[in-house]
């Protein structure tokens, strides 16, 4: 079944404590994204990377870091969480053409104590 | 950078027709798609659009006016399920930016 599997679905932490969310995709896509989603704002780009090796930042990526050095995965790293990056995450991969929709992932709730 | 603006909340009653507007402004126009999103889960595609027209896909329909950086989402036979929120996403020089999002809440 062709997915974007998202790790954790939840979790709940305490300030400075480094964490990453893990993103995997099985549809060999170009395009992966994250993104925030919190109310009154919508979602929110944070990172996307083009292809392996290629990233670049979205809209808020102060405290967030990524890498691709694979194509199926892409994971977003918080160095130092802060209690501003309490927020429902979503990771998603096209194609990369600009027709082709995004895909996302379940979600991961993070909340920072 | 992109704006995009939809309205925030609309109410409609089952088996009615309800439209969802979205207005944009971008540079370097490359496609307008709309999702659907149940409250707690990951937004799902509905439609695409990159040429002015409209689009038909069973229930629901999407029309684009890029002249007029206008586009709205048709639902019709509305039905329970479809109560949602609906997000405009448009693609402008290869960036694809989110509206806030339009909530549909669907009465019996």
Not at chain 1, 14 to 27: A, D, I, R
Not at chain 1, 64 to 83: A, D, G, H, Q, T
Not at chain 1, 93 to 107: A, K, V
Request: hydrophobic share 30%.
């Amino acid at each position: 079944e062709a997915q974007v599997t998202q790790n954790p679905r939840y979790l709940i932490t305490v300030t400075g404590k480094k964490l990453t969310v893990t993103c995997s995709q099985n549809m060999n896509h170009e395009y992966m994204s994250w993104y925030r989603q919190d109310p009154g704002l919508g979602l929110r780009q944070i990172y996307y990377s083009m292809n392996v090796e290629v990233t670049d930042k979205g809209d808020v990526p102060e405290g967030y870091k990524v890498s691709r050095k694979e194509k199926r995965n892409f994971p977003l790293i918080l160095e130092s969480p802060s209690p501003n990056q309490t927020s429902l995450y979503f990771c998603a991969s096209s194609p990369g053409r600009s027709n082709q929709p995004q895909h996302f992932g379940d979600g991961t709730r993070l909340s920072i104590l | 950078g992109q704006n995009i603006d939809q309205p925030t909340e609309m109410t409609a009653t089952e088996g009615a027709i309800v439209q969802i507007n979205c207005t944009y402004q971008t540079s370097g126009f490359n496609g307008l798609f709309w999702y659907q999103q149940h409250a707690g889960e990951a937004p799902t595609f509905l439609s695409y659009n990159v040429l002015d027209g409209l689009e038909e896909k069973g229930r629901f329909s999407s029309f684009l006016s890029r002249s007029k950086g206008y586009s709205y989402l048709l639902l019709k036979e509305l039905q329970m399920k479809d109560s949602a929120s609906y997000l405009c996403a448009v693609n402008g020089n290869n960036r694809l930016a989110f509206g806030k999002g339009n909530q549909v809440v669907v009465i019996p």
